[in-house]
């Protein structure tokens, strides 16, 4: 069964960079687009952006167009997520996870990582 | 951006009570809407994809229905283990955009 592992929770100041990582095994890495979605504490989800695992192809969400840079790592099966210019609003649980469908680049998400908790503070 | 709208925010219901929660999209999506149900703690699971179709592991009790702007979630018979945030998301068009969650509990 496919799994998403991610890196563990992060505590930044503002203005820096947080770097988290989604390892996936369980099947092969570049057969399906993943997705990095975030939440806010009591909030809802807001989609981040998107990685095809197979060229690197990535498409940002306009909100952190600029910020998020998202990638691939074959060798390990890993992609990773940055985010900088942090602000106290970053304060958040961070999801990768993967589309359903062999090279969908959109559908449903039926694996998750376990999140990791971002908290930016002074 | 497509934006999507639930209802209620939440609700609260009897053991074997049937539930239905409402999404509605700003432009029409096609059947491109999934439910989710998010227990607290966990990541979102995936319930209902493609609007109607359940997605393999799921209880037969949650249903989906609806195309173009609007959408349903039914839950046949609600059960403890049903307590959680439903949220729908479609994904018709980027950027991928959720619905603000109901929250379902036990009465």
């Known amino acids: 069964e496919a799994q998403l592992v991610q890196s563990g929770a992060e505590v930044k100041k503002p203005g820096a960079t947080v770097k988290i990582s989604c390892k996936v095994s369980?099947?092969?890495?570049?057969?399906?687009?993943i997705h990095w979605v975030r939440q806010a504490p009591g909030k809802g989800l807001e989609w981040m952006g998107l990685?095809?695992?197979?060229?690197?192809?990535?498409i940002y969400a306009a909100s952190f167009q600029g910020r998020v840079s998202i990638a691939a790592d074959t060798s390990t099966s890993t992609a990773y997520m940055e985010l900088g210019s942090l602000r106290f609003e970053d304060t958040a649980i961070y999801y990768c996870?993967?589309?359903?469908?062999?090279?969908?680049?959109?559908?449903?998400?039926?694996?998750w990582g376990q999140g990791t908790l971002l908290a930016v503070s002074a | 951006d497509i934006q999507m709208t639930q209802s209620p925010p939440s609700l609260s219901a009897s053991v074997g009570d049937r539930v239905t929660i409402s999404c509605q999209a700003s432009q029409d999506i096609r059947k491109y809407l999934n439910w989710y149900q998010q227990k607290p703690g966990q990541a979102p699971k995936v319930l209902i994809y493609?609007?109607?179709t359940l997605e393999s592991g799921v209880p037969s009790r949650f249903s989906g229905s609806g195309s173009g702007t609007d959408f349903t979630l039914t839950i046949s018979s609600l059960q403890p283990e049903d307590i959680g945030t439903y949220y729908c998301q479609q994904y018709d068009d980027l950027p991928l955009t959720f619905g603000p969650g109901t929250t379902v509990d036990i009465k």
């Open positions: 996870a993967r589309i359903s469908r062999r090279r969908l680049r959109l559908g449903s998400f039926d694996f």
């Open positions: 990685l095809d695992p197979e060229d690197g192809e990535t």
């Open positions: 493609g609007a109607s």
């Open positions: 369980g099947y092969l890495f570049t057969d399906f687009f």
